[in-house]
């Protein structure tokens, strides 16, 4: 008698299951017949679009802001990064649409969160948009999906909010019904050597099936990615790369104060420094931290050692140097006019550059925005110009200000010139020149001849 086929034991029967909802998501991922989902269509989220998108993927962007999405049906590009032509070409051929229709998260295949992660005033993490956007995810959850968190946060968010969240309250089993894991965004706004195509991408799941099943997702646009053990090391590899940058700006901010009491050129010290070829980094001081990374993300470690009964000393430590610089800053430009006979209080003050670094129009945490507020506490009358950004706006301390439009003329009739951000279109021989005094937080007229006592450094 041929012997029948033996059953399946249960356990056989979860590899088998486990192996062809995997083995199917994959495949579908890797001839890019998957839908795509991104959730936060911002600095983050529309740079992974369009090149998830121009790898072939049909990408669906998801967003509350109807502005965002109406300029995106139009083709239009609304981040300096992302080329209006680039997001043309991929909206004409169909491979990216976007919507603040939720409901059509039920279709996706893979989905990326790239939500904003913010500081509360308390220094606390602000995980609303994380949650709301987990929650909104949540009601259209279903099996073979893979879902990537992006968005930058302490170690354990990816297991301890979105796991139960997605997958355990619905009754789907990760690592065989569905997949997540952790890819923290490294986004530089501004440069176009290291973009978001050519970028390492970390990649760690919440189970081995979940970083195959992702890795093999990301491999199909991003150049390379790097596996690690969890979600949880992927989390902590970025706070540790913020972190070591945080620490060692606010190293050099403190040897800018240092330098200053001791008669010496920071800048100087800094470049002979740099010649060392080897066992040194090159950092430069300035007016404060911003960005929407190194002044935040280490706090967020910060803040998830307290549960730990553990002080990260370090980081409270640069935290506390780098916060103060814009007051620092402040008390510079009042002690530099103070020695020229011309008190602040009363004085006309242009602040030269308002957003956080040089070259992009991204306002986000800017010392810029402190360094402002500080200076109309002291009675200056203050100005600013940016030719990336027309108006700013302080949330906290309630005020709204417009970029000067003749810059020239400005420089002319300001008592003092303080340069904050470091813009490569600005002609500083020609603003020395005109200028009565010049405050350069950044070094940026370092090269400038024969300015004289007009200029004071930080």
């Known amino acids: 008698m041929e012997d029948l086929p033996r059953p399946f034991s249960l356990k056989e029967r979860e590899v ?5 909802t995997k083995e199917t998501l994959i495949k579908k991922l890797r001839d890019k017949t998957a ?3 991104i959730l936060g269509l911002g600095y983050v989220g529309l740079p992974l679009a369009v090149v998830f998108a121009e790898a072939g993927f049909r990408v669906t962007g998801f967003d509350p802001d109807s502005r965002k999405v109406n300029s995106l049906a139009k083709g239009v590009s609304y981040i300096p990064d992302v080329k209006t032509d680039a997001v043309a070409t991929i909206v004409r051929s169909g491979h990216l649409t976007a919507t ?3 409901s059509i998260l039920k279709d996706m295949d893979a989905v990326s969160i790239c939500v904003p992660t913010p500081l509360r005033q308390t220094g606390d993490p602000d995980m609303s948009y994380i949650i709301a956007a987990t929650e909104e995810l949540g009601k259209y959850m279903h099996k073979g999906m893979v879902v990537v968190l992006e968005s930058t946060t302490y170690p354990g968010t990816t297991r301890e909010l979105l796991l139960p969240k997605l997958g355990i309250e619905r009754g789907l089993t990760v690592g065989r019904d569905w997949f997540l894991a952790f890819s923290p965004e490294r986004v530089d706004p501004g440069r176009e050597d290291w973009t978001t195509v050519n970028t390492p991408k970390v990649m760690g799941g919440i189970t081995p099936s979940c970083s195959e099943v992702a890795t093999a997702w990301y491999e199909g646009a991003i150049r390379t ?10 989390e902590m590899s970025k706070l540790l790369e913020n972190t070591f940058r945080m ?5 050099v901010n403190e040897l800018a104060i240092m330098c200053e009491r001791l008669g010496v050129d920071v800048w100087e010290v800094i470049d002979a420094a740099a010649t060392k070829p080897f066992g040194f980094m090159k950092f430069t001081p300035g007016p404060g931290l911003g960005g929407h990374c190194i002044p935040i993300d280490p706090l967020y470690l910060s803040w998830k050692m307290k549960s730990f009964n ?11 140097i780098n916060t103060n610089m814009p007051r620092y800053v402040v008390s510079r430009v009042l002690d530099a006019m103070n020695d020229r006979g011309k008190p602040l209080k009363g004085s006309r003050v242009l602040v030269l550059g308002a957003a956080y670094k040089p070259d992009i129009d991204d306002v986000r945490e800017s010392p810029a925005l402190d360094v402002i507020g500080l200076l109309q506490k002291k009675g200056a009358r203050v100005e600013y110009h940016d030719p990336y950004i027309p108006h700013i706006h302080h ?13 020239m003329k400005a420089v002319s009739e300001a008592d003092a010139v303080v340069i904050i951000t470091n813009h490569k279109v600005y002609d500083y021989e020609a603003i020395v020149r005109e200028a009565k005094f010049v405050f350069d937080s950044r070094n940026a007229t370092g090269r400038v001849k024969n ?7 930080l």
């Open 451 to 457: 300015s004289g006592e007009k200029v004071v450094r």
């Open 247 to 251: 620490i060692n700006i606010g190293l």
């Open 310 to 320: 553990y002080n990260a000393r370090f980081i409270e430590l640069a935290s506390e």
């Open 16 to 20: 088998k299951e486990t192996m062809s």
């Open 395 to 407: 949330e906290h301390d309630g005020w709204h200000m417009d970029s000067v439009t003749d810059l």
């Open 225 to 234: 990615v790097h596996p690690v053990s969890s979600a949880e090391a992927a």
């Open 35 to 37: 839908r795509v989902g």
């Open 100 to 102: 603040t229709d939720f």
